[in-house]
């Protein structure tokens, strides 16, 4: 969830200023769309944080999921409309929130305290090289295809992070 989630905000994040200049967007409205999207990102933290302690850090990695495929058909859908790409890259914000605050609240109670740093530490690593590789696959797609082609992609990745969380009784988890 945490990896996953964090490949398709950087990836859909890092086009959007290109895609958005494509459709002849000022700066500063451009400015304006990811200040947005990184306020989606942070302020609703704390709300995160509880909905995952008491709905369930399943449920909330589900929603944050649901998020990010509604991000992505908002945004990716678009066309010339930027208030449309707003709204859709806020939702990209709040999407990868909810789903790398309840991932990651995950992580204690599903690991033995011995190998809890280690894993903690991967868990770090494999997202911020997801992230690499979300940007570079962006780049290549919207260069091959178009900012619609990578956000249908991306929205493609929460089926095995759905499948995962449903698989694997995380639902249960509170």
Do not use: N
Not at 21 to 43: N, Q, V
Not at 70 to 83: N, P, V
Not at 148 to 159: R, V, Y
């Amino acid at each position: 969830a945490v990896a996953l989630s964090h490949a398709v905000m950087v990836g859909v994040m890092a086009l959007t200023p290109v895609h958005m200049k494509h459709h002849d967007a000022s700066l500063s409205i451009i400015g304006f769309t990811i200040s947005l999207h990184i306020a989606g990102m942070y302020a609703a933290s704390p709300v995160f944080g509880w909905l995952s302690d008491t709905w369930g850090a399943g449920r909330t990695i589900l929603f944050g999921q649901a998020l990010l495929v509604a991000a992505c058909a908002i945004a990716g859908t678009a066309g010339e409309s930027m208030a449309q790409i707003t709204i859709g890259l806020v939702l990209l914000g709040l999407g990868w929130s909810a789903s790398v605050i309840a991932g990651a609240a995950l992580l204690p109670s599903s690991t033995d305290t011995s190998v809890r740093p280690l894993v903690q530490g991967l868990s770090d690593l494999s997202m911020s090289a997801a992230g690499a590789m979300g940007g570079l696959i962006a780049g290549v797609v919207v260069s091959m295809w178009s900012f619609g082609a990578l956000t249908a992609l991306a929205a493609l990745a929460a089926i095995p992070v759905v499948l995962t969380a449903l698989g694997t009784g995380v639902m249960k988890s509170r």
